[in-house]
């Protein structure tokens, strides 16, 4: 069974975000660019499936800029076997959004016929946490959200997901699509021999012009700010300072 | 112009609040149908709320887990006979919407945190460090709505409550089994006050002094990634970017350091407090009081001092 993960390339989890002067997005000038880290869940994931011997190939994909094909390598440095990118956009300020990414999916699913793909379940910069779902419509599969658990038995994944009153376990016929939570597994990192290894590994580029797919967007950004911040506030000396102070402002 | 707002329920149980909140979020936007999918659910509490003009009451095995292959084909199939389609923006309605939005090839408008016309949303993105005002120019605005900021529209007079038949369900996914931690104490997403614990707390057993607080304070639970991840607290109780987001009168966060994805799910609390013993610590930026000191001398005296 062949497994797709399509990965992202988003800001740095750990960079401090701005936005541009004209309101226009966030900037991603000379600013640190990773793999969604939800995505290298679901990397990780399916490489796992692979050395269980459940999954004979691992093959990446991602859509943007030229760019991608940095995270691309990454995922060849962890393990996978091949990738693809989809190239849609020249500035790295165009977000393509699910519905066009998902659209832009369903073509390469359709070449590649997985029996799987596992997709992270929100990217951490436009957090809408959609693709999936979105991809699943598309193509009519069955699908599971937030898999903190994966389990596969004969045209069947049993999945366990997050959900807000604990714990769910649902049966997925497959092929499916399941999306990623944190606590799925903890990803592994590249070794220096694997990264050289990477480079040699097939990356396939493609344009999205080729797909035919309308891409534009749906959903036009009229402005993007900075949320009001709080201000620091008071530090207490004590236990009962705080109770004082918390009775003083009605809080208690 | 009319919004269907898809209630939140699972199996027999109705997420008034969270309804209620998503209902004073879109009744600015026309009359409000609320659908309500569950088994054995009683649909009265919903049609009381103040502003709906109508339920769709539809009853079954098949809408008793809110699967989403099963229920995004029902409201697709409601879908033409309004201009928004909406539900709070819980973790069904999140694995629901974007696929009925694909159904219907539109783009979906996630957690919304303030609608400012009929086709303009606003929503945050980078965990919350940035907010983006959105026009939609689809034929139909279909969003989740993030509740934190939303007051519940009270209970009033009753709508008529139409009863209509189940759509056929798929057979794409199955539920197995639902494991949920009961609790007494408020739900994370409504109480009024949240104390949560983090790495600092160390352990699942030590967890106790921060359910004590809480119970000292009618408040609910809450924990950091890291204190899940490490088996402190279980995954219902994470606040953050993927976790849940509330938005209390009082939030104490306790061996928390306050990191960006945290903050996402907790910094439009009214009063922020902070006990943390590093004085560094990003949390202190954002908290109204802090106390810089260990949270094992500091959490059971302000217990005591509160009870
Ligand atoms: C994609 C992604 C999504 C994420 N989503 C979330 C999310 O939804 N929610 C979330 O919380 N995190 C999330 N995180 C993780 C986040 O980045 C932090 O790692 C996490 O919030 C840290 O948790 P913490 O503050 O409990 O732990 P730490 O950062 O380790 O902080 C522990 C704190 O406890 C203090 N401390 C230790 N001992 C004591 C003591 N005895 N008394 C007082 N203080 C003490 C320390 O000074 C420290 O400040 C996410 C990360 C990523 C990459």
Known sequence: MKILVPVKRVIDYNVKVRVKADESSVDLNNVKMSMNPFDEIAVEEALRLKEQGKATEVVVVSIGVKKSEEVLRTALAMGADRAI???????????????????????????????????????????????????????????????????????TARVTREVDGGLQLVDVKMPAIITCDLRLNEPRYASLPNIMKAKRKPLQIISAAEYGVDAAPRLIVNKTVEPPQRAAGEIL???????????EVGAV | ??????????????????????????????????????????????????????????????????????????????????????????????????????????????????????????????????????????????????????????????????????????????????????????????????????????????????????????????????????????????????????????YIACGISGAIQHLAGMKDSKIIVAINSDADAPIFQVADYGLVTDLFDAVPSLTEQLK
């Open chain 2, 1 to 250: 112009m009319s919004v269907l707002l898809v209630a939140e329920i699972s199996g027999s149980q109705i997420g008034l609040d969270a309804t209620a909140k998503a209902l004073s979020a879109v009744a600015p936007l026309g009359p409000v149908t609320l659908l309500a999918a569950g088994e054995g659910a009683d649909p009265a509490p919903l049609a009381a709320l103040d502003g709906v003009a109508k339920v769709l009451h539809v009853d079954g095995a098949i809408y008793g887990h809110q699967m989403p292959e099963t229920l995004s084909d029902l409201i697709v199939a409601l879908a033409p006979e309004h201009t928004h389609i909406a539900a709070p923006a819980t973790t069904a309605a999140k694995a629901v919407f974007p696929r009925v939005a694909a159904l219907l090839d539109v783009m979906v408008i996630t957690d919304v945190t303030k609608i400012e016309s009929a086709d303009t949303f606003e929503r945050p993105i980078y965990a919350g460090n940035a907010t983006q005002s959105v026009t939609s120019i689809d034929p139909i605005k279909v969003m989740t709505v993030r509740t934190a900021g939303f007051d519940a529209a009270p209970s009033a007079a009753a709508a008529p409550i139409d009863v209509i038949d189940p759509s056929a369900g798929s057979d794409l996914s199955q539920w197995v089994e639902d494991r949920v931690n009961e609790s007494d104490r408020p739900e994370l997403t409504s109480a009024g006050v949240v104390v949560s614990g983090g790495r600092g707390v160390g352990s699942e057993e030590s967890f106790g002094i921060i359910n004590a607080l809480a119970d000292t304070l009618n408040a609910a639970v809450g924990a950091s990634r890291a204190a899940v991840d490490s088996g402190y607290a279980p995954n219902d109780m994470q606040v953050g970017q993927t976790g849940k987001v509330v938005a209390p009168d009082l």
């Open chain 1, 237 to 247: 000396a004590s236990v009962d300072a705080l109770v004082s102070k918390l009775k």
């Open chain 1, 85 to 155: 990118l989809v190239e849609a956009a020249d500035d790295v300020h165009t977000d393509i959004e699910p519905l066009a990414v998902a659209k832009l999916l369903a073509k390469v699913v359709a070449a590649e016929e997985p029996g799987l793909i596992l997709a992270g379940k929100q990217a951490i910069d436009n957090d809408m946490n959609a693709t999936g779902q979105m991809l699943a419509a598309l193509l009519g599969w069955g699908q599971a959200t937030s898999a903190s658990k994966l389990e596969l038995t004969d045209g």
